[in-house]
């Protein structure tokens, strides 16, 4: 797992270009470098242990898309419950003090510099699925593939990430399997937003000729790309990236 330190939000950054050249939504440009920074730290942290950790909410959507689309209240991470205690161990060595919150078993909390980070821990079940490894719901599975992704980036950062189809999963059905959650006008904008890019991205992939090195899976036809967004089910080749256009190896 290796990162790059974060380039400047500025205005509102692509992955791997530069400043977008539309007009960008009010974004508190302060509080969202400081969320960068906290990130870049929790990646290199967990490097430093051999511990995985995904992001998984907003800032997961925005490491997809390559660019800021909103403020974020805080940055959401999955991790397994194995690693909690070494994870927890070299995050308080960084300034980062433990905050009460739910069931241990179930999500670690911490806050620095004035900012939250949630990380929602994960265990697998006698068939192998990942699942909730603490709290009342112990057990319940989490979307198939969801960890499957390749990483996402903003700027020159790169991080392990949610896919983006678990995402819209989590973002949709959270509410019915909470109810005491609500729906969210955020999560109803942010599952508009992946679905309007994973939308573009099949429609460019599919317009591609034969041997572009696009790699589609075989049970539903769904394109893969560099960022491995589909998930591999039973059946379905492993998503490539295009050699053509890989980017420099990096784990995240």
């Known amino acids: 797992m290796r990162e790059r330190s974060p380039a400047p939000v500025g205005d509102k950054w692509r992955a791997g270009h530069g400043r977008c050249r539309v007009a960008c ?3 508190d440009r302060g509080r969202a470098d400081q969320q960068l920074r906290l990130i870049a730290e929790a990646v290199r942290v967990a490097g430093a242990l051999g ?5 998984r909410g907003g800032w997961a959507m925005d490491f997809f898309l390559g660019e800021i689309t909103r403020d974020h209240e805080d940055i959401d991470w999955f991790a397994w419950a194995d690693d909690a205690g070494a994870l927890a161990e ?3 060595s960084h300034g980062h003090r433990p905050v009460p919150g739910p069931p241990p078993d179930l999500q670690l909390d911490f806050a620095k510099d004035g900012l939250d980070s949630s990380f929602t821990l994960l265990d697998r079940d006698a068939a192998g699925r990942v699942v909730v490894a603490g709290g009342p719901w112990a057990g319940a599975p989490w979307p198939e593939g969801m960890l499957d992704a390749g990483p996402g980036r903003i700027g020159g950062l790169q ?3 949610v896919g983006p189809q678990a995402q819209i999963e989590i973002k949709r059905m959270m509410p019915v399997w909470d109810p005491s959650r609500p729906r969210r006008t955020k999560d109803a904008k942010d599952i508009a937003r992946l679905e309007a890019a994973l939308g573009r991205l ?5 317009a591609e000729p034969a041997g572009s090195g696009a790699v589609y899976g075989k049970a539903e036809g769904r394109p893969c790309t560099g960022r491995t ?3 591999r089910q039973r059946g379905q080749v492993r998503c490539q990236t295009p050699r053509a256009r890989q980017d420099p190896k990096e784990t995240a």
Do not use: D, K, T
């Open 90 to 92: 070299g995050l308080l």
């Open 51 to 55: 511990v995985e950790v995904w992001l």
């Open 229 to 231: 967004w589909a998930p």
């Open 159 to 161: 991080c392990a990430i």
């Open 202 to 206: 099949f429609r460019i992939l599919s």
């Open 25 to 27: 939504p009010a974004v």
